[in-house]
Antibody, heavy 124, light 107 residues
Framework: QVQLVQSGAEVKKPGASVKVSCKASGYTFTDYFLHWVRQAPGQGLEWMGRINPTYGNADYAQKFQGWVTMTRDASLSTANQELTGLESDDTVVYFC?????????????????WGRGTLVTVSS | DVQMTQSPSSLSASIGDRVTITCRASQSFGASLNWYQQKPGKAPQLLIFGASRLQSGVPSRFSGSGSGTDFALTISSLQPEDSAIYYCQQSDNTPWTFGQGTKVEIK
């Protein structure tokens, strides 16, 4: 079954770090970029960045540079995201999503597969 | 960054109604405009990619159109299961950006 399985919910104190994982199954992990998207309660979707599973290099949205690190372990078909210096307003759901690309007259990129999300609650 | 503005922010319509949600970009780009549906407590699901291409398995009552800066998602005949929040997203420029969402409710 083609799916992305994310790690379970976390509760952290302000200032702590957390690592969220996303395990791919049912397809070749290195064939598709993986992205991370976050969503605060009752809010919209925000793109955080993406990782190339083949080489492990990542691109980040500017606001997340310096406190978010995306890595992968290709042997485990798993992408990870570590967030440091958590603050109270960082209580959000983090989704991983697979990027597909359609090359036709124009090139289209989109998320065709999503994980179920990981809730990270920051509370003292 | 490319700003994506959806309208309306919310709407209420009856079963069988035709519903259109628009998405305007702050700058012109190609066809990398996607639409997602999100239900409470769930991950978003892809409806439309490349502005007008229907994702496999998505009912044909959903359609997408537009180019440049103006795009639209149309539900030709609203069904009860279409109650959700709909997001547009551009993937032509990094950072990929989403619209703020449109909440569709059934009257």
């Amino acid at each position: 079954q083609v799916q992305l399985v994310q790690s379970g919910a976390e509760v952290k104190k302000p200032g702590a770090s957390v690592k969220v994982s996303c395990k791919a199954s049912g397809y070749t992990f290195t064939d598709y970029f993986l992205h991370w998207v976050r969503q605060a309660p009752g809010q919209g979707l925000e793109w955080m960045g993406r990782i190339n599973p083949t080489y492990g290099n990542a691109d980040y949205a500017q606001k997340f540079q310096g406190w978010v690190t995306m890595t992968r372990d290709a042997s485990l078909s798993t992408a990870n995201q570590e967030l440091t210096g958590l603050e109270s307003d960082d209580t959000v759901v983090y989704f991983c999503a697979r990027e597909r690309t359609l090359v036709a007259a124009t090139t289209s990129r989109y998320f065709d597969l999503w994980g179920r999300g990981t809730l990270v609650t920051v509370s003292s | 960054d490319v700003q994506m503005t959806q309208s309306p922010s919310s709407l209420s319509a009856s079963i069988g109604d035709r519903v259109t949600i628009t998405c305007r970009a702050s700058q012109s780009f190609g066809a990398s405009l996607n639409w997602y549906q999100q239900k409470p407590g769930k991950a978003p699901q892809l409806l439309i990619f490349g502005a007008s291409r229907l994702q496999s398995g998505v009912p044909s009552r959903f359609s997408g159109s537009g180019s440049g800066t103006d795009f639209a998602l149309t539900i030709s005949s609203l069904q009860p299961e279409d109650s959700a929040i709909y997001y547009c997203q551009q993937s032509d420029n990094t950072p990929w950006t989403f619209g703020q969402g449109t909440k569709v409710e059934i009257k």
